[in-house]
């Protein structure tokens, strides 16, 4: 069947039936790592050693459960490509600090979130007015600060709210590092320039100046109070960001620096790549290069360390290639002799550095250049943004599975169409169909964050939920009498409220003693013409108040011979300037504005800033310019 019933649609439509979405759940893989795993040096977690069998997908351990072994943590596996319903270029792709989702940051300034688990969307939110260009979220695990194309920084709570914008640049910022503490934050911009902001008040504290050109990306070491800069003048510089001096300058590329990364976990290493198809591993024990990363076609556009693999660097290429590096191994081609570290020659400082060849390429990831990619906090996951408006995701290969490395972003669409792992005509159509489903996804996550319909009210009191509107809505409802609202279905059984004029009498209510307030001992009947209606009667004629003459109320009004108490009716309020209500206007000046019914209260307007400025100055104030 091409066609299911879909039971979720109010209107009772029709869906088209879409494939399953492929899911990675951690949770499985950790609880048994937590109940089997035993401290490393007797041996690690107590389980079977995994083989390369379908039978031991379930004995599979997260990257944490064997800090020795890295290509084990090689994503070889694409598992979803996810498309916004209007694509733009993905230029930031960050996790979240608990690796429950995925920020995407377009040339757009749109940001949004996938689902960490089943990688459908989620929502999506106008983030900046320019292209987003960098985003980092604090070690604290609190804050996200982005950057923008026009120089402007942005703070962001868990939660999307946005408390502050600062403008930090005049020029594009190209990236952006938190300090260890995260009390500091630094930019880099195309104005050649790095800036120190002091995170709480917004305040720029130093500017770092010394590039000759374009300044294209920073990093703060994770320990230390030192600053690494990649720019555009082909220079890796090192900072001291307490003083705002230069330490060293490192002459490794050729070409414009394109990404500068510490290694997070101990911080005894530097990356650096460039637009001269090179990468570098610097190691700042000894000031020098020990690893010299080759076997890309194109130049490369980022890099990004393992959390957990100290020695596992993966990078993307300009050609849309995504390339992983093992640092401890070399994986020289056929016909090449592997050359030797420096640390194992008898002169290690001027020893030249080891050549190091990816140990897994994906040359098809993606159509166009991969501008960023970032590890899910667990190492299992690396998610990829492109420039060809695609934001995918990879992991390693379950035990036995061998078809992954025979797919289209292996080998690509031709050859693995010839092979027969990839229908083209099929292909295409899952991809329509995963785009469908995305946009169904993003459709519904949009109507889910509407706000509820208001309901009609009446002007200047506050709705009631569940209760309709009286007077309101229709013509029909405005020419009627007043009618007794509808109890709303659903809700707890209560007796409705009576009709107005047709009030209960009060609890603990004497008949008898009421009829002794009166001399003949009858209730004084209401006035004829409402009492048939149950209605109040009609407020006071014209003229009202003190001196007034009863006797030229209508019949039955009042019992006969009735004299009002001493002060009753009370006097009028006086119209004088200072005896007035503030905010009700009296009936000297119309009653109210704009020709409002009667009756209805209305704000006083405020006094004039001009009108309270020269009263002050005749007061004698506020004439000398300041």
């Known amino acids: ?70 290509a084990d943590a090689i994503p070889s596996r694409h598992l979803h490509s996810s498309l916004n319903k209007i694509k733009h270029p993905v230029n930031i792709v960050r996790w979240t600090p608990e690796g429950r ?50 120089g402007v920084v942005k703070y962001w709570q868990p939660n999307f709210n946005n408390v502050k914008a600062i403008q930090a640049h005049t020029d594009p910022i190209r990236d952006l590092a938190f300090s260890p503490n995260d009390n500091k934050f ?34 703060w070491h994770p320990t230390k109070g030192l600053l690494v800069s990649g720019s555009k003048d082909h220079q890796v510089k090192l900072w001291d960001p307490r003083n705002g001096r ?23 290493l530097l990356a650096t790549c460039a637009r001269d198809q090179a990468a570098r591993v610097f190691d700042l024990r000894m000031m020098r290069d020990i690893c010299l ?84 906090p667990l190492g299992h996951i690396l998610a990829s943004g492109s420039n060809d408006r695609a934001t995918r995701f990879w992991t ?54 509407k706000m509820p319909a208001k309901l009609p009210t009446i002007p200047g009191l506050p709705g009631l939920p569940g209760l309709p509107a009286i007077g309101i809505g229709s013509r029909e409802n405005a020419n009627n009498a007043v009618t007794q609202p509808q109890v709303p279905s659903g809700t707890a059984n209560f007796p409705p409220p009576p009709p107005l004029g047709a009030f209960p009498p009060p609890p603990n209510f004497d008949p008898s003693r009421l009829q002794e307030m009166f001399p003949n001992g009858q209730f004084p009947p209401p006035p004829p013409q409402f009492a048939a209606q149950g209605l109040p009667p009609p407020p ?44 009700i206007g009296g009936t000297a000046n119309g009653g109210s504005e704009g020709g409002g019914g009667g009756g209805v209260r209305r704000r006083a307007p405020l006094p004039s800033q001009q009108e309270s400025l020269m009263e002050e100055q005749r007061r004698g104030k506020y004439r000398s310019a300041r």
């Open 1 to 70: 069947m091409d066609r299911d019933f879909h039971g979720g649609y109010p209107d009772g439509g029709f869906r088209r039936s879409m494939g399953r979405r492929a899911i990675t759940d951690y949770g499985p893989s950790m609880v048994q790592w937590m109940r089997n795993r035993q401290p490393r040096f007797k041996g690690g977690a107590r389980l079977e050693m995994e083989r390369p069998s379908p039978s031991f997908v379930i004995d599979m351990l997260p990257p944490a459960a064997s800090v020795q072994n890295a």
């Open 101 to 150: 989702r995925l920020l995407t940051g377009s040339s757009s300034g749109e940001f949004t979130l996938w689902n960490g688990t089943g990688f459908n969307f989620e929502t999506i939110m106008q983030a900046h007015d320019s292209a987003i260009r960098a985003a980092r979220y604090s070690h604290g695990e609190d804050w996200l600060v982005s950057a923008d194309q026009d």
């Open 186 to 219: 630094v930019t880099a911009s195309d104005d050649a320039s790095l800036k120190v902001f002091d995170f709480a008040g917004g305040i720029e504290e130093s500017v770092l100046t010394g590039h000759q050109w374009d300044a294209k990306s920073v990093d």
């Open 246 to 268: 230069c330490l060293t300058t490192l002459h490794g590329h050729k070409n414009t620096v394109a990404k500068t990364l510490f290694e997070p976990s101990r911080g005894q």
């Open 293 to 376: 990363l080759r076997g890309m076609e194109k130049d490369l556009t980022t890099l990004t360390w393992h959390p957990v693999h100290v020695n596992l660097l993966s990078a993307g290429s300009n050609d849309g290639s995504v390339l992983h590096y093992l640092l401890d191994e070399p994986n020289s081609p056929p016909g090449v002799v592997a050359s030797m570290p420096p640390y194992d020659t008898p002169d290690p400082a001027n020893a030249p550095p080891q050549t190091i060849y990816p140990a897994h390429r994906v040359q098809y990831a993606h159509d166009y250049s991969v501008w960023s990619l970032d590890w899910h």
């Open 396 to 449: 390693r290969a379950r035990p036995g599975e061998i078809d992954c490395f025979n797919d289209r972003y292996h080998l690509g669409e031709k050859d693995a169409e010839a092979q027969g792992t990839w229908d083209r005509r099929g292909g295409r159509r899952m991809m329509r169909e995963e785009e469908e489903q995305e946009m169904e996804d993003e459709a519904d996550g949009l109507v889910d964050q």
């Open 540 to 583: 006071p004629p014209a003229g009202f108040g003190a001196g007034f003459d009863f006797s030229k109320m209508p019949a039955g009004m009042f019992p006969p011979g009735f004299q009002p108490p001493p002060g009753f009716p009370p006097p009028p309020i006086s119209q004088a300037a200072g005896s007035a209500l503030p905010g």
